[in-house]
């Protein structure tokens, strides 16, 4: 794949003005008229927006920069390279692994695509709960309409592979309905490795989509460089520190001072809430880093008489929100049901097992499938999700909760997926759970399931979305942040990223980061007097 245009590399050999890591040093300080920290959804979106508008920017990224040269396919090159503490961020209580990127692009390098509107019943809950009315469907929709055309956001026009096709298949024979999956792919080879960075540049992640641009406009952008305070003056944000890191986090010299007109947090759910708590930003009502959202993902895997393939293909093109509509948003959680790549180290080290009986599904990986059930939380009590706190050395860790009412939904997700992958054509079935069998009949299957003890490190939990933490609201007492993305007490910072979501979704966030992200940053340039920014 050497022949690929690579518009990294480019951009470099272009001047591109890139600072830390390998590249350029870092200097000691540097003035702006807009600090964006971090690089991903709602970072990129800003920056392009921005950088257009002839303002003078700085990125500041704590991943590295990489490339579709650097993008081999290979797992054991990109989770420790592209995700946030090598792939093994967790939980608190280390139940709930956590997916997040930490490289330019952050997690629009990795994601698997997946493009979804925010479901209509959650804005109309953000309207009834949070007084943010003027988010309905209507309202959004022009804003998404913008990041859709510039990312090439449309409906998955290949067929799916067979570990997608076994959902659609299953479900349309139970009378359940799926849909095609929209992504933002432009040229897409279909090789299957979304989640290790696009060898071919064809998916429109912030890294070869809006940050080339904004570079060429003159940005100024440091890797591996982190955020590490903001520093106060009354109501204002006088200055960024931030310091040089290696890969594996340590600290590898002097820090760098950015003063700015305004400041843009978009380091994503944790690691936004994570630098305003080191910072000591004002926090009256005590809302920082609570509410803060995971998508509780559990998974159910499944053996087939033929090769699924798992690995090879689109790794999401087909989806089903069915199971989110069966009841009030505010009753028994929801889930939507999507699949998961079948990658040797991503499948054996979320599936469970040891010994002889990982072996053996090792042996069997050809011929599983592998569904997973995406929980609602954000909408009843007893699914408020959790708080990012501070670590004794100052980094961010997520406290959450797995309920018993959350439970309850992985059992129920446990079922579906059963009957889905049996009426596709299953010869045994087996939820993720540590004490769950290989289940040859659905009679079997909802014994064992209706047996099985619902508990934490026994179901197994993971999330790659991750939402909330700096909660958007209509006024200061239930939120971190104004409709507009302002923070309600600091008045030359902003907020661009999921951690403004006052609920999870129950769909893939990055289409909403980029339809919020693109409405609040035509905002931030009127009040900066900028020029006004289509994006398209």
Same mark, same amino acid.
């Given at each position: 794949?050497?022949?690929?245009?690579?518009?990294?590399?480019?951009?470099?050999?272009?001047?591109?003005?890139?600072?830390?890591?390998?590249?350029?040093?870092?200097?000691?300080?540097?003035?702006?008229?807009?600090?964006?920290?971090?690089?991903?959804?709602?970072?990129?979106?800003?920056?392009?927006?921005?950088?257009?508008?002839?303002?003078?920017?700085?990125?500041?990224?704590?991943?590295?920069?990489?490339?579709?040269?650097?993008?081999?396919?290979?797992?054991?090159?990109?989770?420790?390279?592209?995700?946030?503490?090598?792939?093994?961020?967790?939980?608190?209580?280390?139940?709930? *692994?956590?997916?997040?990127?930490?490289?330019?692009?952050?997690?629009?390098?990795?994601?698997?695509?997946?493009?979804?509107?925010?479901?209509?019943?959650?804005?109309?809950?953000?309207?009834?709960?949070?007084?943010?009315?003027?988010?309905?469907?209507?309202?959004?929709?022009? @804003?998404?309409?913008?990041?859709?055309?510039?990312?090439?956001?449309?409906? @998955?026009?290949?067929?799916? &592979?067979? &570990?997608?096709?076994?959902?659609?298949?299953?479900?349309?024979?139970?009378?359940?309905?799926?849909?095609?999956?929209?992504?933002?792919?432009?040229?897409?080879?279909?090789?299957?490795?979304?989640?290790?960075?696009?060898?071919? *540049?064809?998916?429109?992640?912030?890294?070869?989509?809006?940050l080339p641009v904004a570079l060429d406009h003159g940005a100024t952008l440091l890797v591996q460089t982190r955020a590490a305070r903001v520093e106060l003056q009354g109501d204002r944000v006088s200055a960024l520190v931030a310091e040089p890191v290696a890969l594996d986090g340590a600290v590898t010299g002097a820090p760098v001072r950015i003063?700015?007109?305004?400041?843009?947090?978009?380091?994503?759910?944790? *690691?936004?809430?994570?630098?305003?708590?080191?910072?000591?930003?004002?926090?009256?009502?005590?809302?920082?880093?609570?509410?803060?959202?995971?998508?509780?993902?559990?998974?159910?895997?499944?053996?087939?008489?033929?090769?699924?393939?798992?690995?090879?293909?689109?790794?999401?093109?087909?989806?089903?929100?069915?199971?989110?509509?069966?009841?009030?948003?505010?009753?028994? !959680?929801?889930?939507?049901?999507?699949?998961?790549?079948?990658?040797?180290?991503?499948?054996? =080290? *979320?599936?469970?097992?040891?010994?002889?009986?990982?072996?053996?599904?090792?042996?069997?990986?050809?011929?599983?499938?592998?569904?997973?059930?995406?929980?609602?939380?954000?909408?009843?009590?007893?699914?408020?999700?959790?708080?990012?706190?501070?670590?004794?050395?100052?980094?961010?860790?997520?406290?959450?909760?797995?309920?018993?009412?959350?439970?309850?939904?992985?059992?129920?997700a446990y079922l579906t997926m059963a009957e889905i992958q049996f009426a596709a054509g299953a010869q045994a079935v087996r939820p993720v759970h540590e004490l769950a069998a290989n289940y040859a009949t659905l009679a079997e299957a909802k014994a064992g399931i209706a047996g099985l003890a619902m508990k934490p490190f026994l179901a197994t939990?993971?999330?790659?979305?991750?939402?909330?933490?700096?909660?958007?609201?209509?006024?200061?007492?239930?939120? !971190?942040?104004?409709?507009? =993305?302002?923070? @309600?007490?600091?008045?030359n910072l902003s907020v661009h990223d999921g951690s403004l979501f006052p609920t999870s979704l129950g769909a893939n966030p990055q289409l909403t980061v980029y339809g919020l992200a693109t409405r609040l940053t035509h905002g931030l340039l009127q009040r900066l007097g900028a020029k006004t920014v289509i994006l398209a």
């Amino acid at each position: 794949m050497s022949s690929i245009p690579d518009p990294i590399v480019d951009g470099l050999q272009r001047g591109w003005k890139v600072h830390g890591g390998p590249h350029a040093a870092l200097p000691a300080t540097l003035d702006c008229d807009v600090a964006i920290i971090g690089s991903g959804a709602g970072a990129g979106i800003t920056a392009e927006m921005l950088a257009r508008a002839g303002l003078k920017i700085v990125i500041v990224e704590e991943g590295p920069l990489r490339s579709s040269r650097q993008f081999k396919q290979r797992e054991t090159d990109a989770y420790g390279q592209l995700y946030q503490e090598g792939g093994g961020r967790k939980t608190q209580d280390q139940v709930v *692994n956590i997916l997040q990127g930490r490289c330019v692009g952050g997690s629009t390098t990795v994601n698997w695509t997946g493009s979804f509107r925010t479901p209509p019943d959650a804005l109309a809950y953000w309207g009834d709960k949070f007084g943010l009315t003027d988010f309905n469907e209507a309202a959004m929709a022009p @804003w998404f309409e913008q990041a859709e055309r510039r990312l090439n956001i449309a409906d @998955w026009q290949t067929a799916p &592979n067979e &570990n997608n096709d076994v959902l659609r298949r299953g479900a349309e024979k139970l009378g359940i309905p799926t849909k095609v999956v929209r992504r933002n792919v432009k040229g897409c080879w279909n090789l299957g490795s979304c989640g290790m960075g696009c060898p071919t *540049n064809a998916k429109q992640s912030m890294l070869v989509s809006t940050l080339p641009v904004a570079l060429d406009h003159g940005a100024t952008l440091l890797v591996q460089t982190r955020a590490a305070r903001v520093e106060l003056q009354g109501d204002r944000v006088s200055a960024l520190v931030a310091e040089p890191v290696a890969l594996d986090g340590a600290v590898t010299g002097a820090p760098v001072r950015i003063t700015a007109k305004h400041y843009v947090v978009a380091g994503g759910a944790i *690691n936004s809430p994570g630098l305003l708590l080191r910072s000591n930003a004002p926090d009256p009502h005590g809302l920082l880093g609570k509410r803060t959202f995971l998508h509780p993902t559990a998974g159910g895997s499944a053996l087939f008489d033929h090769d699924v393939a798992g690995w090879a293909g689109a790794p999401l093109s087909v989806f089903c929100d069915h199971f989110l509509h069966t009841g009030p948003v505010d009753g028994p !959680v929801g889930y939507k049901l999507e699949v998961a790549p079948v990658h040797p180290t991503f499948a054996m =080290g *979320n599936g469970g097992g040891i010994g002889a009986e990982l072996a053996q599904r090792a042996k069997d990986m050809p011929r599983t499938q592998l569904m997973i059930a995406l929980l609602r939380d954000g909408f009843h009590a007893d699914a408020a999700g959790g708080a990012v706190k501070l670590r004794s050395d100052g980094s961010p860790v997520l406290d959450y909760a797995v309920t018993d009412y959350l439970l309850d939904g992985v059992r129920r997700a446990y079922l579906t997926m059963a009957e889905i992958q049996f009426a596709a054509g299953a010869q045994a079935v087996r939820p993720v759970h540590e004490l769950a069998a290989n289940y040859a009949t659905l009679a079997e299957a909802k014994a064992g399931i209706a047996g099985l003890a619902m508990k934490p490190f026994l179901a197994t939990v993971g999330s790659a979305h991750v939402m909330g933490g700096c909660t958007m609201a209509a006024d200061a007492a239930r939120g !971190v942040v104004r409709p507009d =993305g302002q923070h @309600w007490q600091l008045a030359n910072l902003s907020v661009h990223d999921g951690s403004l979501f006052p609920t999870s979704l129950g769909a893939n966030p990055q289409l909403t980061v980029y339809g919020l992200a693109t409405r609040l940053t035509h905002g931030l340039l009127q009040r900066l007097g900028a020029k006004t920014v289509i994006l398209a």
